[in-house]
C-alpha cells in the first residue's frame, strides 16, 4: 500500500524550537533540526504514525514525548497493552537518564537541590497511535487529548477521543514517566477501531490543533480542507503562517502544535 | 476577559507575601499535631511553596522566571524579609530565589513503600524565609510597602496576569492606638492596593487569618460578610479580592465549597487550610 505521510511541529509562541514538547511519528527529520515539516511516501502494509504532547510540568517532557512516540512506533498493536508501551518506554526513559549522568555529570543546569526532585517528578506526555493496515483495517489507541480524525470525501467521518471543542480542560491524563501505578494507566488507555477507503485522509494533531479543528467544525466549516493542502504548492502559507493565524484570529491557545497527516493512495 | 492573560518569561506575573511577625505568632496554632508555633507553620508554608514553585518552573537549561516573587515581613521590623544571601531584595525573579536559598535543611516525608505502608524519605529542603515573632502589628505600614511594589510592577507589566498578594496574620492592626482608627486605615490601604491593575484585571488580594481560639469556628471563601463575627473580620473581607474562575476550580479540589462571588478570605485558619489557601492563592493556571 502507499501512504504519504506528512509532519508538521512548532513550539509556543515565543520558544526556541528546541522548547517544542510535543513529538510525532515517524519522525522524519534529525531531531536536533526540528524542521517545521517533512513529507515522505511509505509503501508499506502496515504503517504507525504517533502524536505525543509533552506536559510543561514535567522536565525533560519533550525527551519522553520522544521515546513514547518511537515505542508506540514499533509496537505490535495487536499485542497492545498500557504495561508493555510503558514498560518499553521506561526502560529507555532509564538508560537515558543513567547515560546522562554517568560519572557524576549533571542532567540540567538546574541548583544542584532542585534537580534530584525535578527529576523524580518526572516527565509527563500524552500519546496518541494510529495503526493502518493493508487490510483496510485501522486501529488507534490514545491516553489524553492528543487526537485522530477520520476524512472521506471532503466530510469527517470520526473525531477522537474527544468530540467537542468543550471537551478539552487543562488537566489530561498523562502517562509519567516515573509513576508506578500500571492500573491507573489501563483504566485511560482508550482504543478505537474501523475500516478505511483509498483517498481517506487522517489527521493527527496535539491538543491546541484539535481544540481548534473542532471549534471549526462546530461552525460548519471544514477545517480539513486547509490541513490537507498544507506543505503543498495549494497551501496560501507556510505552517508557521497556518498557525500563526489561528492563533490571531480563531483563538487557539498559544502551544505547541503538531500534526500529523496520512493520505491513503 | 480578565484574568486570561498568558504567564511566561516574556510576561511574567508577580507573588507578594505580606506576613504578619509579630509577638503573637510564636503562639501554637490551635489543634497543631504536633505543636507549632504559628510563625514556624507560616515560614514553612511559604518555603514550601517557593519550593514547589521553583519545581514546576523548572526547565533543564534552569528555573524559567514565570514569576518574580517578594516578602514583606512586619513586627519590629517592616520591610522585605528574606534571609541570607537576599536578605534586603525586593521583588526578584524566581530562577535568582531558587538559586540562593540562606540554607538547605533535610527533612523527612512519608511516601509509599510499595507495600501497603509509609516510611520516612529524606528531602531537601530549601529555606528562603525564616520564622519571626517579635514587636507590634504595623499592618498599615507593610500594606503601604506592598502598594509601592505592585504599583512599580504594573507599570512595567502592563499586560501581565495580575499581582496577587497573599496577606497573613493573626492579629489586629497596631498603626493607630485607636482600634477603630486602625481598622478604617488597614481597611483603606487594602482598598489601595487592589484598584491596582494590568489590562487583565486588578491585583488579587488574599487575607488570610490564622486562628488564636481553639474553639473559633473556621470560615474560608465566604461570599458574604453575613455570618462574620466582628468588624475586624468584616473589614478583611471586603479588603479581599474574589476568587478567580481557576481559583474557584482549585479550592473545589480541596473539598472547599465556595460560591458565586466567594472572596479570597479565610478566618481562624488552622494549618491544613492555611496550607490549602496559599495552594489555591498560587497554583499556576495558565504557564506558557
Not at chain 1, 46 to 68: F, M, N, P, Y
Not at chain 1, 191 to 203: E, L, M, N, T
Not at chain 2, 94 to 110: D, F, G, Q, T, V
Request: proline share 5%; net charge negative; glycine share 6%.
Amino acid at each position: 500500500m502507499s501512504f504519504f505521510v506528512s509532519t508538521f511541529s512548532l513550539p509556543k509562541r515565543g520558544h526556541a524550537p528546541h522548547e517544542n514538547q510535543d513529538s510525532c511519528w515517524p519522525s522524519l527529520s534529525p531531531i536536533s533540526l526540528r524542521r517545521t515539516n517533512n513529507t515522505k511516501e511509505f509503501q508499506t502494509d502496515k504503517l504507525v504514525t504517533a502524536v505525543a504532547d509533552g506536559a510543561t510540568e514535567g522536565l525533560l517532557s519533550e525527551i519522553w514525548s520522544r521515546i513514547l512516540v518511537a515505542r508506540a512506533g514499533r509496537i505490535d498493536f495487536a499485542d497492545v497493552n498500557g504495561a508493555k508501551l510503558l514498560a518499553d518506554s521506561r526502560n529507555v526513559w532509564g538508560r537515558f537518564k543513567s547515560r546522562k549522568q554517568s560519572g557524576g555529570r549533571r542532567l540540567t543546569k538546574l541548583p544542584e537541590w532542585l534537580e534530584e526532585p525535578s527529576l523524580e517528578i518526572g516527565a509527563f506526555a500524552t500519546l496518541i497511535a494510529l495503526e493502518l493496515a493493508a487490510d483496510h483495517t485501522w486501529t488507534a489507541y490514545a491516553v489524553g487529548d492528543s487526537c485522530v480524525f477520520h476524512v472521506r470525501d471532503d466530510a469527517l467521518m470520526l473525531a477522537w477521543p474527544l468530540n467537542k471543542a468543550d471537551d478539552f480542560s487543562n488537566r489530561p491524563y498523562l502517562i509519567s514517566s516515573e509513576e508506578r501505578d500500571d492500573e491507573s494507566l489501563k483504566a485511560h488507555l482508550i482504543g478505537v477501531c474501523g475500516r478505511w477507503a483509498q483517498g481517506d485522509s487522517f489527521f493527527l494533531m496535539s491538543d491546541a490543533l484539535a481544540a481548534w479543528f473542532l471549534t471549526m467544525t462546530e461552525r460548519d466549516k471544514k477545517p480539513w480542507q486547509a490541513l490537507r493542502d498544507l506543505g503543498t504548492d495549494d497551501a496560501p502559507g507556510t505552517f508557521e503562517d497556518f498557525t500563526a493565524m489561528c492563533r490571531d484570529k480563531d483563538g487557539m491557545r498559544n502551544d505547541d502544535v503538531t500534526l500529523v497527516r496520512i493520505d491513503t493512495f | 476577559m480578565s484574568y486570561s492573560a498568558e504567564i511566561s518569561r516574556t510576561n511574567p506575573s508577580s507573588f507578594v507575601f505580606v506576613i504578619d511577625q509579630s509577638g503573637s505568632m510564636a503562639e501554637k496554632i490551635p489543634n497543631s499535631d504536633p505543636p507549632k508555633r504559628k510563625c514556624d507553620a507560616v515560614a514553612d508554608a511559604i518555603n514550601n511553596l517557593l519550593r514547589n514553585l521553583s519545581l514546576k518552573c523548572a526547565r533543564p537549561e534552569g528555573v524559567r522566571d514565570y514569576y518574580y516573587v517578594g516578602v514583606i515581613g512586619y513586627g519590629s521590623n517592616v520591610g522585605p524579609a528574606w534571609s541570607g544571601a537576599l536578605a534586603g531584595r525586593e521583588l526578584m525573579p524566581l530562577s535568582e530565589l531558587a538559586a540562593a536559598p540562606a540554607k538547605i535543611e533535610e527533612r523527612s516525608k512519608k511516601v509509599d513503600d510499595g507495600a501497603g505502608g509509609l516510611v520516612d524519605q529524606k528531602v531537601k529542603f530549601p529555606i528562603w524565609f525564616e520564622p519571626v515573632a517579635n514587636g507590634g502589628t504595623p499592618m498599615c505600614r507593610a500594606l503601604e510597602i506592598a502598594y509601592q511594589w505592585v504599583d512599580t510592577w504594573v507599570k512595567a507589566h502592563p499586560g501581565s496576569f495580575p499581582p496577587i498578594v497573599i496577606h497573613i496574620t493573626d492579629g489586629e492592626s497596631t498603626d493607630s492606638s485607636d482600634p477603630a482608627e486602625a481598622n478604617r486605615m488597614v481597611g483603606e490601604a487594602l482598598a489601595k492596593l487592589k484598584a491596582l491593575c494590568s489590562t487583565d484585571g486588578n491585583t488579587l488580594v488574599f487575607n488570610v487569618h490564622l486562628s488564636s481560639n481553639p474553639t473559633a469556628r473556621p470560615i474560608s471563601f465566604p461570599n458574604s460578610s453575613s455570618a462574620l463575627p466582628d468588624e475586624y473580620s468584616k473589614m478583611l473581607f471586603d479588603g479581599a479580592s474574589e476568587l478567580t474562575s481557576f481559583m474557584q476550580t482549585v479550592a473545589r479540589e480541596h473539598g472547599i465549597d465556595v460560591g458565586e462571588g466567594a472572596k479570597s478570605f479565610v478566618l481562624n485558619a488552622e494549618l491544613t487550610l492555611l496550607i490549602q489557601a496559599l495552594d489555591i492563592g498560587t497554583r499556576p493556571s495558565n504557564l506558557r
